[in-house]
């Protein structure tokens, strides 16, 4: 080997070390650019609703409050005390998990057997049911607002959390059945035949054998719902009003309703409180979502 | 009798969903359907009167700025959250050592709704004590943002609040699509000499194409939808600057007394959505039959 | 020439020690097969050759130079992966020029590497087909066609025949012994199945866990294993194993099997490499083909035991059968004809010029 080609060798070996760590210094750069653009909100929203409306209105997005001051937190929650036109949060929160709960329930489960169906006890057009079922992930709600809306008349019950609880578990049906059926799908066959063989029937093979091994979707389908039930409002606002509505739109009738003057710490508290669940549910089960967010959407 | 119950037992435990969904879901539209043809005002009329709320739909003004505003949005949307993502991706692909923290960060935005995100941004991007303030107590005397007030510019400030929600998503799918490729693909790329560059953009980007028509199935999707973060964010505002299909259809028929209309409103973003979906679905289950 | 040289080179996965200071010097243009068991450190071994995985002791030296820092592109290698690697959106021709294309090699030399390429390979017809398009034994060929066309001076195979079916196994084998023969490049080449390692090699080097057991040319190693490990891992059906103590007397060195005191094999011609003790345990290795009915040759040191078969498989060429022994389970290899049936006693023939007497202990060749 000749000596020159050495030389070519060292000064590869140089350069590509400089441009490394430049690179990764980059790198790093641009991640905390947007780590900052992401973070900036809810900083801002924690900031500010610790805040009185005299420092928000000297400071700006980015000052500390002087002092931990929780009185909007309390306003946000329970109000003033004043009667009637105070709105506050606390029993709306109470309708959203009155909500919430029974449809995630009914929606999970009714998805879990109609995915069990699909997979496990096929038959001709399957694929078919399974796509018609699918389709109802994708309709945009608009197309049936108005039927739903008097359909929940007739029914008697329009403007209950009841109503609510109809609603969300119905169109919850085929989210739950994409994530079980893609679940089950991959489960061996072969657990089902030697059940039956062993004399196990459709009900029995379910409850003892599928629901013990199905956690980790029941997680993620559980997750799914709660966050996408917690954080709706078309329907929340469409088909109740007063007293029967879901935490969102008690949010947003409260900031929207500039009687006097605007109270931007109770409203970022306000915030705050309707979007805490379903956040701490996001940082202590994230891995979860996630996989409930890209198993549903990867696999259609 | 039980023999039967017995055999056909599956189909009977599908027959709830599959009933509720065809009810529900195909009925219903199919109902709406019918009622924009219809010269339906405060109730139903089930006469048909031919495709006379179409036609009004398409002369009303307000309904044109809602489709403009609805394209523009979703233009907008579509492209900065694919960029966004497509590189936070990339770059968290890098082994970064807090990647775990940046992924959650990154994402956190997906699991708040829609109403607390225009919230929040609402105060952000409040004309006086909003992010002008911030600049103005920064130094730069002179500076104004107030895109949220303005008539031109409030459309862009849904794009952002758009964008911080549903990037994140975005980057989700890439990431998980970055990692399936088995490693020996950018072993050989390194052995043919290609650069990072390259091997991002020459290789492992075109093998991402299922997921970037993933995304712009699911990012459409989301965008021709989108109502919570407009009622929060602008209210159609300043005036009707920043409407959208979606709040025309409510605001029509619960506000206005004009079923029909609505009706209409909402077949036509069924058949935004279709557009996009069918074709979406058929692809998918034909890939899946496939293989 | 020395064309590779790894020296003292040791990598650590966390606190796993992959591999224990590996010493080798491969001569220019020889085939070595780096051979083992799943987690014996070989694919790891080639990576660093390759420059895909770093050191944490010791050094790689290509043509003298210390090339431990430098990237893989600019070692002067080329690398068939296990799954071919080709990349997916690309077609056959552009898979094949892609290394040539980052080196900014001229538009001609590109043209002209290529068509000796595929005209070779016999791939020239694939050229416009995208990977998903072709056979297994295609792409096989194309992924050799985009490491040859960089005319390297070090071809690496990770296990590229472990993904084909039995019969394009033994095809694509050809393929390369053929490409090996006509190009003379030097080849380091990963496997865990010792036929192929075998047939292919100039030089084995058997691994297992982080050490070389063993270098040498494939019959050297198949002759004269020098470890438990290596004896037991080359051939198939594999060598026969017996258990013994080693008796010395002024003439001669008997061997006493385990369990079978009235046998006695006499060792006296065998080449030891020190002086054995009395008493030593020892393990006789000796294989199938060694255990059989023949007798006819001379210049053979041959011991004659009664033994009754339990298993007999028929292989067509001959017979494998299985022998009680020594509390263990023997294989000898017998002629078609020899009469050989269950459970009826026989004269089985040890060849013992052919056996490898092992160190209990150590398990290392005496």
Redesign the interface.
């Known amino acids: ?1 000749s000596a020159s ?2 030389i070519q ?1 060292q000064k ?2 140089k350069r ?1 070390r400089i441009t490394n760590l430049l690179l990764r210094w980059f790198l790093y750069f641009v991640l905390a650019l947007f780590a900052f653009y992401f973070i900036f909100p809810m900083y801002v929203m924690l900031v500010t609703s610790f805040k009185t409306m005299d420092e928000i209105r000297q400071g700006n997005l980015l000052t500390l409050p002087g002092q931990l001051n929780i009185e909007s937190w309390a306003v946000a929650w329970g109000g003033r005390g004043y009667g009637a036109g105070d709105t506050y949060l606390r029993p709306y929160f109470w309708n959203s998990i009155k909500m919430v709960v029974p449809a995630t329930f009914f929606s999970t489960f009714i998805g879990a057997l109609t995915g069990y169906v699909l997979t496990k006890w096929r038959f001709k057009g399957d694929s078919w049911v399974f796509l018609f079922l699918l389709f109802g992930c994708f309709i945009p709600y608009q197309a049936i607002l108005l039927p739903m809306a008097r359909t929940l008349g007739v029914l008697g019950i329009s403007n209950s959390i009841l109503g609510l609880v109809f609603v969300h578990s119905i169109y919850g049906i085929p989210f739950t059945t994409l994530f079980f059926r893609n679940y089950y799908v991959s489960i061996p066959n072969e657990l089902i035949k030697a059940a039956r063989i062993d004399g196990a029937g459709f009900f029995k093979i379910f409850f003892k054998i599928l629901i013990p091994i199905s956690a980790p979707i029941i997680v993620v389908t559980v997750i799914w719902q709660f966050t996408q039930i917690w954080n709706d409002f078309l329907f929340g606002a469409t088909f109740s009003f007063g007293k029967a509505a879901p935490i969102q739109v008690a949010l947003n009738n409260m900031v929207l309703s500039s009687t006097s003057v605007k109270e931007y710490n109770v409203d970022m508290a306000s915030a705050i409180i309707a979007g805490f669940p379903t956040l701490i549910v996001y940082v202590l089960a994230g891995k979860y979502f996630i996989r409930g967010l890209t198993s549903g959407a990867v696999k259609g | 009798m039980l023999k039967w119950l017995e055999k056909n037992l599956p189909k009977i435990v599908l027959a709830p969903s599959v009933g509720l969904i065809s009810w529900f879901v195909y009925g219903f539209i199919l109902w709406t359907f019918y009622i924009s043809f219809t010269n339906s005002k405060i109730l139903p009329k089930y006469e048909l009167w031919g495709v006379g709320q179409y036609v009004k739909l398409w002369g009303t003004r307000k309904w044109l700025i809602a489709v403009d505003n609805l394209l523009i949005f979703t233009v907008l949307f579509l492209v900065i959250c694919i960029v966004i993502g497509v590189v936070l991706a990339i770059f968290l692909d890098q082994k970064i050592r807090a990647e775990g923290v940046l992924r959650t960060i990154y994402l956190y935005p997906m699991a708040l709704s829609f109403i607390v995100t225009g919230t929040a941004w609402k105060w952000i991007l409040n004309p006086t004590l909003g992010i002008e303030k911030l600049f103005v107590d920064m130094g730069f005397e002179n500076f104004t943002f107030d895109w949220l007030v303005n008539r031109e510019m409030a459309i862009y400030t849904i794009v952002i609040a758009g964008v911080w929600q549903s990037s994140g998503f975005v980057m989700a799918l890439f990431l998980a699509g970055l990692r399936s490729i ?1 490693d ?2 950018v ?9 990072l560059f ?1 091997v991002y953009w ?2 492992l980007i ?2 991402m ?1 299922p997921v970037f028509f993933t995304s712009f199935v699911i990012l459409v999707h989301i965008s021709i939808k989108s109502y919570d973060l407009i009622v929060a964010l602008t209210q159609g505002g300043p005036g009707i600057s920043t409407t959208m299909p979606a709040l025309f259809m409510t605001q029509t028929a619960f506000h206005k007394s004009q079923v029909g209309l609505s009706a209409a409103s909402a077949m036509m973003m069924f058949m935004a959505v279709a557009a996009v979906i069918i074709p979406y679905l058929y692809s998918e289950l034909r890939r899946e039959n496939v293989s | 020439m020395v064309a590779l040289s790894i020296k003292e080179l040791s990598k650590n996965f966390g606190s796993t020690e992959v591999l224990k200071k590996i010493n080798l010097d491969i001569e220019e243009g020889s085939f070595l097969v780096l051979l083992g068991p799943s987690g014996c450190g070989k694919s790891t071994l080639l ?1 660093i050759i ?3 995985e770093s050191i944490d002791e010791g050094a790689v030296f290509i ?3 210390d ?1 431990s ?6 070692r002067n ?3 068939v ?3 071919y ?6 077609t056959v021709r552009e898979n094949i020029i ?2 040539l294309k ?2 900014k090699t001229p538009k001609d030399k590109i043209e002209k590497q290529l068509e000796k390429v595929s005209n070779f390979l016999k791939v020239d017809g694939l050229l416009k087909r995208k990977p998903s398009q072709l056979s297994g034994g295609q792409r096989q060929r194309v992924a050799m066609g ?1 490491a040859l066309v ?1 005319e390297p001076r070090i071809f690496l195979f990770d296990e590229p025949l472990s993904n084909l079916d039995a019969k394009l196994r033994v095809e694509m084998r050809h393929e390369i012994k053929k490409l090996y023969t006509s190009l003379d490049t030097t080849m380091v080449y990963v496997t865990h199945d010792q036929i192929e390692a075998m047939s292919l090699a100039s030089k084995i080097a058997v691994m297992n866990e982080g050490i070389i057991q063993q270098l040498g040319d494939p019959q050297e190693i198949y002759d004269q294993p020098n470890s438990l490990f290596v004896a037991d891992f080359i051939g198939s059906p594999s060598m026969n194993f017996i258990n013994g103590v080693l008796n010395k007397n002024s003439q001669s060195i008997i061997f006493t099997p385990n369990n079978e005191n009235n046998v006695k094999l006499d060792l006296s011609h065998y080449n030891f490499k020190s002086s054995i003790e009395e008493g030593l345990k020892v393990v006789l290795g000796l294989r199938p083909e060694y255990v059989s009915n023949m007798q006819n040759n001379d210049n053979r040191n041959l011991s004659k035991i009664s033994l009754k078969p339990t298993i007999i498989e028929t292989t067509g060429f001959d017979k494998n059968v299985t022998f009680d022994f020594a509390n263990t389970e023997i294989i000898g290899r017998f002629t078609p004809n020899s009469g050989v049936e269950l459970n009826k006693e026989i004269d089985v023939y040890f060849d013992l010029s052919q056996t490898s007497i092992f160190d209990h202990q150590t398990e290392l060749r005496l």
Request: avoid cysteine; charge should be neutral.
């Open positions: 080997m080609t050495n060798y590869l070996e590509s | 088995e020996e693909i072993k050989a790329a390194k052995i043919d000499g290609a650069s390259t020459k290789i075109p093998m194409r | 990576n390759a420059g895909l043509d003298d130079y090339v820092k430098v990237e893989p592109k600019d290698i080329a690398m992966f296990q799954s690697a080709l990349y997916p959106s690309m892609f290394g980052q080196a985009r960089r």
